[in-house]
């Protein structure tokens, strides 16, 4: 089983040759304007477009659904929904939805062993979101590093 490789960089300066495929978190009700997705639409315009498109079709857009999104001829942002709209609801749980994280890394397993690509990521869930890295971490080892998916998570 292959390990995650932590770097101080930008997720959206993926390091390494060959696909890549960037993960992040995105809500369940079409919001897009904080967090991650800013530095993401910065680079590049397409992801949230598609993402709003995504939304506005309701076609599977639902917790532990991804959608891929080609940005440059060898990178591709995961938008993948694992958090219940955007505040903690009235028992003061946060948004993040760890089965859905788990759900969405099974498919971007899948998607990183058709493109023969490695995944890159900021600490997903951990920001807005409001999970915690010693949750998430064990999703990443029972998905992408179970399966030898190189991964690599980046801290600014």
């Known amino acids: 089983m292959s390990t995650i490789q ?36 910065k680079k590049w315009r397409t992801p949230e477009v598609s993402y709003r498109k995504w939304y506005a079709s309701r076609e599977f857009f639902e917790l532990g659904e991804v959608q891929f999104v080609k940005v440059e001829p060898q990178v591709w942002i995961a938008n993948l929904i694992g958090q219940h709209k ?12 760890y089965e859905a994280i ?3 890394l099974h498919k971007v397993v899948e998607e990183a062993e058709d493109l023969n690509a490695s995944v890159h990521m900021p ?9 915690t890295w010693d ?3 064990p999703l990443i080892e029972k998905t992408l590093l179970k399966n030898n998916i190189e991964t690599k998570v980046y801290d600014l």
């Open 6 to 41: 932590y770097i101080i960089g930008d997720a959206t300066e993926p390091i390494g040759a060959g696909n890549k495929i960037i993960v992040h978190v995105c809500n369940d009700i079409g919001g897009w304007g904080k967090g991650f997705v800013m530095a993401i639409s």
């Open 86 to 97: 955007i505040r903690k609801d009235e028992d003061g749980n946060p948004p993040i939805r």
């Open 102 to 104: 788990l759900m969405g």
């Open 123 to 131: 600490r997903i869930g951990c920001g807005l979101a409001g999970g």
């Open 135 to 137: 949750k998430i971490e």
